[in-house]
């Protein structure tokens, strides 16, 4: 494998005669390249509107031909209907299934991308057009720019040049590209499930690069996610909303049981309180404590980043393991409750907490659950309240990790090494991207995140951007 | 004084012969008084829209001319202008100012009432037009009739009995009507302010009819309310929104913070947490208790009437102790966090909780501030969070408690014996209507509440109505 890039390619490494073509021949059509993203990030292809759905389909399109033009065998998968809120069906937009190469003594490397967008509009507070490539000081902003149309473009640029100088590719290339993404994926597992011995029975790795790296100038690989369990707490008081003069100080109020529920969850300094919920947890290993000491991070840059005065830890080993390793929980919000402005002396009568707990390998989804629905029952009971509780789990994603002395990570490494004279940050995501897991779990396939945006692009933001350089990534591939 | 009565002649209690013929004339013209109510409910007089503003004038216009009928003396007082939060400035409708006799040797009794209502559109979930007056069973459905247009013209049809029978009144009496209290009674104190030497300075009685009896079948005489202060309690953790996955475990939680104030308020049983909190609440009375055993309540009809299961206390002296005597908190919601139905995984950065207190004789307003404040700093300081906390006490209205044995509550007792052949229930409001002690500080007259509405009559609700009978009141005036 090799990694290939443009952008930074005035400090090449040792590189081949090879190579040195190749990142002239990426310098050379930077400017083509950017207007092909032009092009893509035009399409207003929002898969969470469902207006917007013709647009989305059109955008796979777009990318099935950009296929087919680098003589990839390619089919579109249809994954049948999305049943709207309203009771409304409408079509999901077909997935892109492809493949170049068939050598049988090459590996074969599947990558994953998606053409969807989430949602934008100018009056979001853009301050370019969010359809609208901009280029301000070497930075391409546009919604789609990083997240994700540039990086599928950067695996399809650099098949594209490897084509146009006739080197031979080492290794067989699948793609798997689609346009639900933003919206949940919906359809993906199924087709995923059907292929896995038919698409996936000849792959060896699979690549996703949808995220981005832990810094605005650093790569990064990405091994392991944590997962997601979202609980809503219901406490009902009474039929309707009673009036705090005329009812306050002889009902059991929903709002006072349901603050006190909250309040058992975690403490002060996020250490959750629901008991057992830490046994399962896999220790830090003394290799992520040596991975964590070369990470590159800016306690500073982080915290003016992400817009916080101060955070609960100061070295690196206790921010990445709180972050990465160990389970967390937040309360998002409350559902049946006052929440505008003003005052309203309401008591309402049915109330729903919001919170969720980003749990780690090896914990059990379903044995967190129990511990959670014991617990919270357990202090309800105490209370001796004559209100109703119902604590359920609406949604709970599994947690992902790979093994980074994998072969596909020591190839990345050595890639990345080669464009960017560094070795890259080996990170982890403290958030939940589903795909990985369920992507290693159906095929049981060697799974990396390799990322190709920067800290600082942005994604979903009204700031959505990717950069040329000199953190520039758009024009790197790995093969 | 005296009171009078129609609808339930059926069973005088030794009346006079003038008595007796009043009673007759105010049967007699029941339906001329329903009409003049069905012309005043089809006015929609809403004071909160200020679209409907003209129409709020108009009402208080065509009230004047009704007081003028009477040949009473009537000025229309301007209160100036409202301040819109859109910045907008429109026209407050004039308070009228009335007088009827001026006799020295007589009290004068000054009634307050209001002929602005709430907002009622048929889509809010009317069963009847809510402006136009419909009789179903001998309850008259519309918006406004039993707040407060119904009680106002209770007096007005009462003097119009005495005029109409050529009877003397035994009192002079004066009239403060005004447009706005469903929206605050902007401008009101104010005027009350200016008056207090010239209205105001030969009242010797202010009575107020605009609240509700506890009973659907026995009146009652309401002598304090509750007085209320609503608190926001701010906690900032950043700029921004964060995301509970990326962030998640290393960053205190302005939500978490929150729930852990909001909890250290109340217990499970409604009892305040601020010390000393309780220092100052006047001791419930030998004289209340004995009150408390004679009304008339259901707990079971009670319960279903609010729509909960269970109340917290069991015996009618529990009861209104902790509603009338004792201070409640309720928490209402928070403001900034997620509210909407479904899941988002955020971390808010700046949330407010909402609640208020009740607070009752002799509680102290600044000082009960200070103490919830101190409170909720220490609480917020033992958690060493690196969050910025903010608590303001927003509004603040004052406990409102009348002595009971003064001769206007005696003469309404005496007068409610008369035509209900019972005793009134004496009752406080656990809700606050500052208005009693506004007239009261201000004035410093004496100051009774003499509820028209039965307990079931839905002010401010979908189904607001009063009745003909039993337990008509709208014919009753007292002088």
């Not at 490494?413 to 897991?437: L, S, Y």
């Not at 799974?447 to 945006?453: D, E, S």
Request: hydrophobic share 40%; with cysteine; aromatic share 8%.
């Amino acid at each position: 494998m090799l990694l290939l890039a443009g952008g930074n390619s005035s400090s090449p490494n040792s590189l081949s005669q090879e190579e040195e073509r190749i990142f002239q021949y990426i310098d050379g059509h930077q400017d083509e390249f950017v207007q092909n993203l032009a092009g893509w990030v035009a399409v207003e292809s929002d898969s969470i509107q469902p207006h917007l759905r013709a647009e989305v389909t059109r955008m796979v399109k777009i990318a099935a031909a950009s296929l087919q033009d680098l003589g990839a065998s390619v089919m579109l998968r249809d994954t049948g209907i999305q049943q709207l809120p309203s009771g409304q069906n409408i079509s999901l937009p077909p997935v892109i299934l492809a493949k170049l190469g068939e050598d049988p003594l090459k590996p074969t490397v599947c990558f994953y991308g998606h053409v969807d967008v989430m949602p934008a509009k100018i009056q979001d507070g853009w301050k370019t057009s969010p359809y609208n490539l901009t280029e301000i000081d070497g930075n391409l902003f546009g919604r789609g720019t990083t997240d994700d149309k540039g990086p599928v473009l950067a695996w399809i640029n650099a098949v594209k040049t490897f084509k146009a100088l006739n080197i031979e590719i080492p290794v067989n290339i699948k793609f798997l590209i689609e346009g639900m993404e933003e919206a949940g994926s919906i359809g993906l597992e199924e087709l995923v499930e059907k292929e896995k011995e038919h698409f996936f029975s000849d792959v060896n790795y699979i690549v996703i690069s949808d995220n981005i790296w832990l810094s605005t100038t650093k790569p990064a690989l990405t091994y392991g996610t944590r997962g997601n369990a979202c609980f809503s707490v219901q406490v009902e008081c009474g039929e309707k909303d009673l009036h705090s003069g005329s009812v306050g100080g002889i009902v059991h109020e929903a709002m006072s049981d349901l603050i006190a529920l909250l309040d058992s969850l975690v403490n002060s300094c996020g250490h959750i309180l629901v008991p057992g919920i830490y046994d399962d947890v896999a220790p830090l290993t003394e290799e992520e404590k040596k991975q964590y000491e070369l990470i590159e991070f800016d306690l500073k840059e982080y915290k003016a980043s992400i817009g916080v005065k101060e955070i609960i830890y100061d070295t690196k080993e206790e921010i990445f393991s709180h972050l990465w390793c160990l389970p967390s929980l937040s309360i998002h919000g409350i559902e049946g409750a006052f929440y505008e402005p003003g005052i309203k002396t309401v008591i309402p009568s049915r109330v729903i907490g919001k919170f969720s707990i980003r749990q780690v390998p090896h914990m059990d989804l379903s044995k967190m659950e129990c511990q959670v629905k014991r617990y919270l029952e357990r202090i309800f009971s105490k209370r001796k309240s004559s209100n109703k509780l119902t604590v359920s789990m609406e949604m709970g994603a599994k947690p992902w990790v790979a093994n980074i002395n994998d072969p596909q990570y020591e190839a990345a490494k050595k890639a990345i090494q080669k464009v960017f004279n560094q070795d890259p940050d080996m990170i982890r995501d403290g958030a939940t991207i589903p795909i990985a897991r369920m992507f290693q779990d159906i095929t049981k396939k060697s799974v990396m995140m390799f990322p190709i945006g920067a800290a600082d692009d942005g994604e979903h933001s009204q700031k959505e951007k990717i950069s040329r350089f000199p953190c520039t990534t758009n024009f790197i591939s790995v093969f």
